[in-house]
């Protein structure tokens, strides 16, 4: 019947939301943290959190008792809509329906992560996107992107990351408040938003997926010293393509590589790529990019998506949100819809 399979889904996307609440729980591993997970307050919302989901509900005259009223009425709503949905609804209708919540969701996490990505925070935040996601591999059945970044902050090549998840917790504790978000959800939509912050492209994030319970394998992340044969089957074995690994090496234009403004997304880093500047002996020249980004421009396929993405910003951006969303859906186990 029509209904079924969107209420069905629908009630299981609200049951998963317990899920992953209770999923992300830390384990008593060696990785022990000095923030709590899964984010959780204790307090009440604030005031702008609870504002901004009221306004998906009737407005009111004013008065704090009755503001309660329809918070505590919409929270009702919300909780039964699935119930009330009538059998006669089209698959179609049932499914915008389910959507247009999830886009309130979405909404809300963008929101709260304005409030605590700046300029200054956002590489770390793009580069925590990499490190939780770059774990899978395709022969695998663990890593990718499932939020097991937060039990791995230890390793060697995660250091300076523990920052950038603070900056993450503080919003994920005022959207837990109000419903419960997987973390590897919030650091996808926070990579993209540290994107879109610099200047970048903006790029949909699809929603639901679930957080692992442990930490992924170790070494899978690429490392710095590899060649660009070595990218190119590190990335190959995460289902990246060599387009793929050059569009997602551009994030380095942000942060302190040399490439450009720290701060601003934009197709500066191929552009310097091409001037190889750590071959000139004059002033820092020397200490700009990676081995891993000098390494690319000795690879005539790679230096080929170089040139074009160094002559086409736009062609760098619409390629970069292709290859985000793969390596943010990469190894995802998603809450059923
Ligand atoms: C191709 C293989 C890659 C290697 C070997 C690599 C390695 C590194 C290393 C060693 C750093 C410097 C960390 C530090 O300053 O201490 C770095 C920074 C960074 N990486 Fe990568 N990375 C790679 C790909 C990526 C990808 C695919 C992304 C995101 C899509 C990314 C995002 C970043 C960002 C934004 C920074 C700057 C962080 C900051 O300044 O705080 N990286 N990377």
Avoid at 2 to 17: K, N, P, Q, V, Y
Avoid at 37 to 59: C, D, E, G, M, N
Avoid at 132 to 159: Q, V
Wanted: proline fraction near 5%; glycine fraction near 8%; hydrophobic fraction near 35%.
């Amino acid at each position: 019947m029509a209904i079924s399979s969107a209420t069905t889904a629908f009630c299981s996307s609200l049951l998963c939301s317990t899920a992953i609440s209770s999923s992300s729980s830390p384990t008593t591993s060696s990785f022990q943290f000095k923030f709590k997970f899964p984010a959780k307050s204790l307090r009440s919302p604030s005031p702008a959190v609870t504002q901004a989901y009221r306004s998906s509900i009737p407005s009111t005259n004013g008065g704090s008792a009755q503001n309660q009223f329809w918070f505590r009425r919409g929270l009702l709503f919300t909780a039964t809509l699935p119930f009330l949905l009538s059998p006669y609804e089209s698959f179609e209708e049932s499914l915008s329906k389910a959507a247009e919540l999830g886009r309130g969701e979405y909404q809300l996490m963008k929101d709260e992560l304005k409030k605590v990505v700046s300029k200054g925070k956002a590489a770390g935040v793009l580069r925590l996107v990499f490190h939780d996601a770059g774990t899978f591999e395709m022969n695998g059945d663990s890593g990718g992107m499932n939020g097991s970044i937060i039990y791995e902050l230890d390793r060697p090549e995660n250091a300076g990351l523990k920052k950038s998840l603070k900056v993450l917790d503080k919003a994920k504790s005022e959207v837990d408040a109000i419903r419960a978000v997987s973390w590897a959800d919030l650091i996808a939509v926070a990579g993209a938003e540290a994107v879109s912050l610099c200047g970048g492209p903006s790029i949909p994030i699809s929603l639901g997926r679930l957080d692992s319970t442990e930490p992924d394998p170790e070494g899978k992340l690429p490392q710095e010293s590899l060649d660009a044969s070595g990218l190119k089957q590190c990335f190959q074995r995460k289902g990246l393509s060599t387009q793929d690994l050059v569009a997602l090496s551009g994030a380095h234009t942000l942060g302190s590589k040399g490439f450009g403004d720290p701060t601003v997304f934009d197709n500066s880093y191929f552009k310097i790529l091409l001037e190889k500047p750590w071959t000139s002996s004059a002033g820092m020249s020397s200490m700009v990019g990676l081995p891993s980004d000098r390494a690319l421009v000795e690879d005539n396929e790679c230096l080929r998506w170089i040139t074009k993405y160094a002559n086409d910003q736009n062609l760098f951006f619409e390629d970069f949100k292709k290859a985000y969303i793969k390596l943010v859906n990469s190894g995802a186990r998603w809450r059923s819809l």
